[in-house]
């Protein structure tokens, strides 16, 4: 299974942003997919989840700001990101729990960078 994410870049803060992530490879089908990210000599963090039926989880630092869905025909999870700040700068990684023959295994993109600018 691959994940390829898309739509990072520099922006200035209170700019928008969207990020893509499409999945690609065999599975019978795909759970809960996500975006999680890290910044600089921090850990890796969750930003938002959202099932397959469509229910999500947000970050506290994010919500009512970022808003993530998805498109299952397409296999593709989306992140709207408004009203940027600095801090929100961080490699942005693409998250996916799918259903194969080796079970419910969680696949990672490689990652796509965000900058904000002040």
């Known amino acids: 299974v691959q994940l390829v994410e898309s739509g990072g870049g520099l922006v200035q803060a209170g700019g928008s942003l969207r990020l893509s992530c499409a999945a690609s490879?065999?599975?019978?089908?795909?759970?809960?997919m996500g975006w999680y990210r890290q910044a600089p000599g921090k850990q890796r963090e969750l930003v938002a989840t959202i099932t397959s039926g469509g229910s999500t989880n947000y970050a506290y630092s994010v919500k009512g700001r970022f808003t993530i869905s998805r498109d299952n025909a397409k296999n593709t999870v989306y992140l709207q990101m408004n009203s940027l700040k600095p801090e929100d700068t961080a490699l942005y990684y693409c998250n996916a729990q799918v259903y194969n023959e080796l079970g419910y295994p969680q696949y990672w993109g490689q990652g796509t960078q965000v900058t904000v600018s002040s």
């Open positions: 490879g065999y599975f019978f089908s795909i759970n809960a």
